[in-house]
């Protein structure tokens, strides 16, 4: 098993702007220390009815049950979405969280979850939904 480093920080959830919780019952959070390691806990917003989820391996999501699945299958199923603003680190490759809002500008500043990478970048309101690479992720071979 990989080696695992305890490393607590707070995304905000971005349809509220509130932190997020840790979705599983515990006191501490676990980030893999590499990217074989095995993530445990994800983090989801607070606020009743929000379907936001972060985790640093699949970034911003949405947990729903679907409905179509259980009207022709009469089983449960869950859908999960990917966000379609996604930061990932350039360094460790790893989907960056949203550490904070500007009130004057807007913008947005997202963060690397690792601890103590330093990798972040600002998005300006209104950027169009994409893939956001911090520095060094295309590396020359």
Same mark, same amino acid.
């Given at each position: 098993m990989a080696s695992q480093e305890s490393h607590c920080f707070q995304p905000l959830c971005p349809k509220h702007g509130k932190a997020m919780v840790p979705a599983a019952n515990t006191d501490q959070t676990v980030v893999p220390d590499n990217s074989d390691g095995i993530e445990i806990d994800h983090w989801r917003c607070p606020e009743n009815g929000?379907?936001?989820?972060?985790?640093?391996s699949f970034g911003y999501f949405t947990i729903q049950h679907n409905d179509d699945y259980w009207? $022709?299958? $009469?089983?449960?199923s869950l859908q999960i979405t990917r966000n379609a603003t996604q930061v990932i680190c350039g360094e460790h490759e790893d989907s960056m969280f949203l550490e904070s809002f500007d009130a004057h500008t807007n913008a947005v500043n997202f963060h690397c979850p690792r601890k103590g990478c330093h990798q972040s970048i600002t998005l300006s309101p209104g950027t169009s939904p994409a893939y956001w690479f911090g520095e060094g992720f295309f590396k020359k071979l």
């Amino acid at each position: 098993m990989a080696s695992q480093e305890s490393h607590c920080f707070q995304p905000l959830c971005p349809k509220h702007g509130k932190a997020m919780v840790p979705a599983a019952n515990t006191d501490q959070t676990v980030v893999p220390d590499n990217s074989d390691g095995i993530e445990i806990d994800h983090w989801r917003c607070p606020e009743n009815g929000c379907s936001q989820n972060y985790s640093p391996s699949f970034g911003y999501f949405t947990i729903q049950h679907n409905d179509d699945y259980w009207v $022709g299958t $009469g089983t449960s199923s869950l859908q999960i979405t990917r966000n379609a603003t996604q930061v990932i680190c350039g360094e460790h490759e790893d989907s960056m969280f949203l550490e904070s809002f500007d009130a004057h500008t807007n913008a947005v500043n997202f963060h690397c979850p690792r601890k103590g990478c330093h990798q972040s970048i600002t998005l300006s309101p209104g950027t169009s939904p994409a893939y956001w690479f911090g520095e060094g992720f295309f590396k020359k071979l």
